[in-house]
């Protein structure tokens, strides 16, 4: 029988590159089981998943059962707390044990930390002002000899942005 030969040619997956530092990452915030921190919106469902995310585990001194931090933002607070036993409930199934007997809600500004990720919706940055139309003019007539309409049009919101900064 024929050996067969290794179709990767000298390359590994990246996941198991990076299996060794995210276990060990998830299993300093008390995370026995990486899966729940990699698959937390399988676990708890998209919805949930969309306002609230696992922060850590912290295991009890002298008893059974570790508790479970979610972080939310103070609106969603109320929804995630009217969820907790049915949270408990799945992340018990992904450890297959009742690993968590307790869950607890942090809550946060929307804006979230500098260490991790809390914001949970889309960042709404506030929107430029309009150029003058002295500047737009300005920005035309530098872009005017160009034939291309899409770099004509990029040429002029450039030379607006340079005007706008240099006239401020």
């Known amino acids: 029988m024929a050996q067969r030969r290794p179709t990767t040619k000298g390359f590994t997956r990246t996941s198991s590159l990076l299996s060794q530092r995210i276990r060990k990452a998830s299993e300093s915030r008390g995370f026995a089981q990486s899966r729940l921190l990699t698959h937390w919106e399988e676990v708890v469902g998209a919805d949930l998943a ?42 018990n199934a992904v450890y297959g044990y009742n690993a968590i007997s307790r869950v607890r809600i942090t809550q946060t ?49 450039l030379a607006q942005n340079v005007l706008t900064k240099f006239k401020t």
């Open 50 to 91: 969309a306002i609230a995310r696992p922060v850590n585990v912290s295991y009890a001194r002298q008893g059974f059962g570790a508790s479970l931090t979610i972080l939310t933002t103070g609106a969603n607070a109320p929804i995630v707390e009217m969820q907790k036993e049915q949270i408990r409930a799945k992340v």
């Open 109 to 157: 500004a929307p804006t979230g930390f500098a260490e991790g990720r809390p914001v949970f919706e889309r960042d709404v940055t506030p929107k430029k002002p309009e150029p003058s139309p002295e500047i737009k003019r300005a920005a035309e007539q530098s872009a005017g000899g160009v034939q291309s309409d899409d770099l004509r049009i990029a040429l002029e919101r």
